[in-house]
């Protein structure tokens, strides 16, 4: 890993922990956290009053075995699985945590996926 690579790891991190003071999931409205790498992404929702993940959804998944999962399609998949799976466990109404990037491209589609699956936010 170069050392610019590291630097921007840092200031995601920088930018994500200074969102987290004023974000926290609740009972009510859980976090729905995103997490994107260059080849995945990851959506929990979160209840962070008792530490626990609701409910979780990712191109980890097998799902997804064989196609690609760094795009926005898989992104969009990823959304309204989370969506779905949120449902199930109970929960409508969410808190976004973009965990530290632009709510742009992948980001975006998985939040609007799940907003079109049911989540409110």
Do not use: W
Request: glycine residues 10%.
């Amino acid at each position: 890993m170069s050392d610019r690579s590291h630097i921007s790891v840092k200031r995601r991190q920088k930018r994500h922990f200074r969102v987290r003071k004023y974000i926290a999931g609740t009972s009510e409205r859980p976090r729905l956290a995103v997490y994107r790498s260059n080849q995945h992404i990851v959506a929990q929702v979160i209840d962070d009053s008792v530490g626990k993940t609701l409910a979780y959804a990712s191109t980890y998944d097998a799902s997804f075995k064989g196609s690609k999962t760094g795009n926005i399609e898989a992104a969009k998949k990823v959304g309204s699985m989370i969506a779905e799976r949120a449902k199930a466990a109970g929960v409508s109404a969410v808190v976004f945590d973009r965990g530290g990037f632009a709510y742009h491209g992948r980001v975006a589609a998985v939040a609007e996926s799940a907003r079109e699956g049911g989540l409110v936010f």
